[in-house]
């Protein structure tokens, strides 16, 4: 009988460490991610920081986790400005895609959950056309169209945001191109909402005439005088 008290009594001092333990495990602070996206211990564990710090696959939870709980931010890969333009006598590459590798949006006023009455400015980098040819792209560039040498920007500014559908909006955007400015009624998707941005896709046309662009359709013009604008933008809120 005292054997076996000896034995209940060396087993409850065997287990009582790996209790405390545990429960000073459980009562410890969770690690806190920092900016960088990898985890620290609590201030007092330089160790456990390090052993963390050098842990492959520590610091991939850790980043998995902040990811997981950060807001979502834009992928600028996404947004895009597009003009097709067709010849005058349809030609079998018709439309010709104008990409601009260059724009930002410079300003941008609005409230991400309500778009109504929000403003911004976008500016296109006249000077970063691409055409897939280099010899259009030079003629585009010319005086006779363009005109970069002199005009580098396109400046857009959008106000008067209405709602028309659940995501679907109508405003006013005023074009500068060369030394002419015109006004267009445009209509745009909202296609992606964040925080502090929200992402629109639109479709819209204009006549090149409109800015000097090029000639009347003639033997010696033979671009078709509507073009079309495809973009997807981000609107950050400034």
Not at 127 to 154: E, M, N, Q
Not at 181 to 195: L, M, S
């Amino acid at each position: 009988m005292k054997t076996l008290k000896l034995i209940v009594l060396a087993t409850v001092l065997a287990v009582s460490p790996a209790c405390s333990n545990k429960k000073d495990a459980e009562n410890k602070a969770p690690p806190v991610a920092d900016n960088t996206g990898s985890a620290m211990g609590s201030a007092g564990s330089a160790g456990s920081a390090t052993d963390m710090a050098g842990s492959a696959g520590s610091a991939d939870m850790a980043g998995s986790a902040a990811a997981g709980s950060a807001a979502v931010t834009p992928d600028p890969n996404a947004d895009y400005i597009d003009v097709y333009a067709e010849h005058a006598e349809k030609k079998p590459d018709d439309p010709v895609a104008v990409h601009f590798d260059r724009f930002k949006v410079v300003k941008a006023d609005f409230d991400p959950k309500k778009v109504e009455g929000g403003t911004a400015t976008i500016e296109l980098d006249l000077t970063s056309l691409k055409s897939g040819s280099d010899k259009r792209d030079k003629h585009l560039a010319s005086p006779d169209y363009l005109d970069t040498s002199k005009f580098t920007t396109l400046t857009i500014d959008i106000g008067n945001v209405k709602k028309k559908a659940d995501n679907t909006y109508t405003a006013d955007a005023k074009v500068k191109l060369r030394d002419t400015e015109k006004k267009y009624p445009v209509t745009f998707e909202v296609v992606e909402t964040g925080e502090d941005w929200i992402r629109v896709k639109g479709e819209h046309k204009f006549a090149r005439l409109d800015f000097k662009v090029g000639g009347k359709p003639s033997k010696d013009e033979s671009v078709a005088q509507e073009l079309t604008v495809k973009l997807q933008l981000t609107l950050k809120k400034t």
